[in-house]
């Protein structure tokens, strides 16, 4: 029921910037919970952070707090990512979830079991 699309990816140096974009189709409450992941080959799929499709409660996980930001911009999940480091690099995925629950759980990890639907993903490359 629900088709999400990634954009935005590339290759950076440390320090720089990029803006990943999550385009999302499909009934509303389908993606009441909006989230970004990444995983890098050999390493477990990791919770980046969620928002809302409100826009309300956005929430990181600790490795990027101060230096990405997730929002929503209508049919969009935006992730601004600055001050790049190369431990930032993989392969970002877009997911939402049906239970908007799933957004306001701070200070647990984010879950990928806890989302249904995967965009195809968008690579990001950050060297030094």
């Known amino acids: 029921q629900v088709q999400l699309v990634e954009s935005g990816g590339g290759s950076v140096q440390a320090g720089g910037s990029l803006r990943l974009s999550c385009a999302a189709s499909g009934y509303a409450r389908s993606y009441s919970c909006m989230a970004w992941f990444r995983q890098t080959p050999g390493k477990e799929r990791e919770g980046v952070a969620t928002i809302l499709l409100t826009g309300g409660a956005p929430r990181y996980t600790d490795s990027v707090k101060g230096r990405f930001i997730i929002s929503r911009d209508n049919a969009k999940t935006m992730l601004y990512m600055n001050s790049l480091e190369p431990e930032d690099t993989g392969m970002y995925y877009c997911?939402?979830?049906?239970?908007?629950?799933?957004?306001?759980?701070?200070?647990?990890?984010?879950?990928?079991?806890?989302?249904?639907?995967w965009g195809q993903g968008t690579q990001v490359t950050v060297s030094s």
């Open positions: 997911a939402s979830a049906s239970d908007p629950g799933l957004c306001l759980r701070a200070g647990e990890t984010i879950s990928s079991a806890n989302f249904k639907y």
